[in-house]
């Protein structure tokens, strides 16, 4: 691979909340029906701990069917900053880590990002130390790294927390991480992959139980399988993992985005419109699928790795509990919350996973939507029609919830808070706009009165030659 740095979308570089973001606007005038079909991209989830996977080998990875998301540059962003060498070409990552220069996540990098926690447990086990700033909060919860740690301890990792940084050491004559049997108090997604990548490559084996189940989790176990990692019963609540000296190459492609389905299948019922959406893993979308079907819609398998969303004329309330996989996931309960404050009938959504996961709420209530929260429970009764507003994304899953509101309701909604969005949506409003939706991104001049069209800053970027990257 050639000695050069990823290549960046400048409009992808920055995730913070800019002055100049806050001026960028999604508005969506609600009402349009939406026909055809949507491609769906890559499981930003997948994408994100696949790259910290990829830390685990000395020799290239090529990742596959990587999604132009913000939460991905971020990560491109902190593996670099490490001193590993990438290369995008479209959809596919090359990633290098022969060469890790650096044991320590910068702190600016980790901050903005939870998922690059998750490079702890491959550079422990890569390079017998790692120093990673704690994530920290952020706007859906406290998101605690205990099990993490605890799980590494486990494995005889000297692990110390101060002044804002986890310091992991391994001592001992070879330095490896040893086999140990772990059990998470919580199937935490986040642990059980931080816990499998470290054992990949430690001294015999190592046993996970009540381990996270989600897909994302047994995508990366392929990944590390592909590689040469021997793991067993991942996608189970029990992963055992032989640890080997070393893995090797592997050229892998993740798999679809199941929020991202779960997102169009709510946009197709919330619009009463016809759309087919592929590829998808019918499976990861079980729960969903079960949920929308209790509304009132239809969802069929009309190919392989297809699903088409017949829509109802009315819809009736249903109540929700979110739970880890395979139960409903937390990251649909604000898509499909959206649905329920137009389904006739009372719903009671209850948010188990984070503890303050319900930001949309106020916005869909400036819609008109009848929502009341008490504690971790949303009562949601529905009401005839929803009014567009101008409403404010509080994070990732609410944004996707207003965008989806705002093609209901009557008249224009205005989204602020886009970067919340650009983390985790591929081409958003393109996709949409494809499908016949009426809406576009605009920036508001200095007086606010002249707006100027955007493209979506998610369109996956084509490296044309070293350095340069232009939009496809
Ligand atoms: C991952 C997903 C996120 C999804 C979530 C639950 C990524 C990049 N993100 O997040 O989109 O919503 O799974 O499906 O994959 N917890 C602890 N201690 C820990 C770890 C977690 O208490 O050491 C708690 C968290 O605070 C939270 C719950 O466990 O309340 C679930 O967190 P976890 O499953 O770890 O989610 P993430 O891996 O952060």
């Not at 070879?174 to 772990?182: E, S, T």
């Not at 000296?245 to 419109?273: K, N, W």
């Amino acid at each position: 691979m050639e000695d050069r740095p990823i290549t960046l979308s400048p409009s992808l570089s920055n995730t913070h909340s800019s002055s100049e973001e806050d001026k960028t606007v999604l508005e969506i005038w609600g009402g349009a029906s939406l026909h055809g079909h949507v491609g769906i991209s890559g499981a930003k989830n997948s994408a994100l701990v696949i790259m910290a996977g990829a830390l685990l080998c000395s020799q290239d990875c090529l990742i596959r069917n990587v999604p132009a998301l913000a939460d991905v540059t971020r990560m491109a962003e902190i593996l670099s900053a490490l001193g590993v060498k990438l290369e995008r070409q479209g959809n596919s990552l090359l990633v290098n880590a022969s060469h890790i220069a650096q044991s320590k996540a910068p702190y600016e990098l980790v901050s903005q990002l939870r998922a690059s926690f998750f490079v702890i447990g491959p550079l422990l086990a890569r390079l017998g130390v790692a120093r990673i700033p704690l994530p920290g909060g952020c706007a859906i919860g406290a998101r605690p790294v205990d099990l993490h740690v605890r799980g590494l301890q486990a494995m005889g990792a000297d692990v110390q927390i101060d002044h804002g940084i986890v310091n992991a050491y391994l001592s001992g004559r070879n330095k490896r991480l040893q086999g140990a049997k772990i059990y998470l108090d919580y199937p935490s997604v986040g642990a059980t992959e931080t816990l499998m990548m470290a054992a990949t490559l430690a001294e015999g084996e190592t046993i996970i139980e009540n381990a996270a189940q989600e897909p994302e989790v047994a995508d990366l176990a392929n990944f590390c399988r592909a590689m040469g990692a021997k793991i067993r019963g991942a996608g189970t609540n029990t992963i055992t993992i032989l640890g080997v000296p070393s893995l090797h190459t592997t050229d892998y492609a993740i798999v679809p985005d199941r929020v991202e389905a779960g997102t169009f299948l709510v946009a197709g019922a919330i619009t009463h419109s016809e759309i087919s959406l592929s590829p998808v893993v019918p499976d990861h979308l079980t729960a969903v699928i079960a949920k929308l079907q209790a509304i009132g819609a239809q969802i069929i398998e009309d190919a392989p790795n297809r699903l088409r969303i017949v829509p109802g004329h009315r819809y009736v309330a249903t109540d929700i509990e979110t739970l880890p996989y395979p139960g409903f996931p937390t990251d649909m309960q604000a898509p499909l919350m959206a649905l329920l404050t137009l389904s006739d009938g009372d719903s009671v959504i209850t948010e188990t996973v984070f503890e303050n996961r319900f930001g949309h709420v106020a916005e869909l209530t400036r819609m008109g939507a009848d929502i009341r929260v008490k504690g971790t429970h949303a009562i949601v009764r529905g009401v005839p029609m929803l009014s567009g507003a101008p409403v404010v994304a509080t994070d990732l899953r609410a944004s996707a919830s207003l965008v989806l509101a705002g093609l209901a309701a009557q008249g224009k909604t205005t989204v602020q808070g886009l970067h919340h969005l650009d983390r985790g949506y591929e081409n958003l409003t393109a996709k949409l706009q494809k499908l016949g939706a009426n809406l576009q991104r605009t920036q508001l001049g200095a007086d606010g009165d002249s707006p100027l069209v955007l493209p979506d800053p998610t369109t996956v970027p084509t490296v044309t030659k070293p350095g340069v990257t232009k939009p496809a």
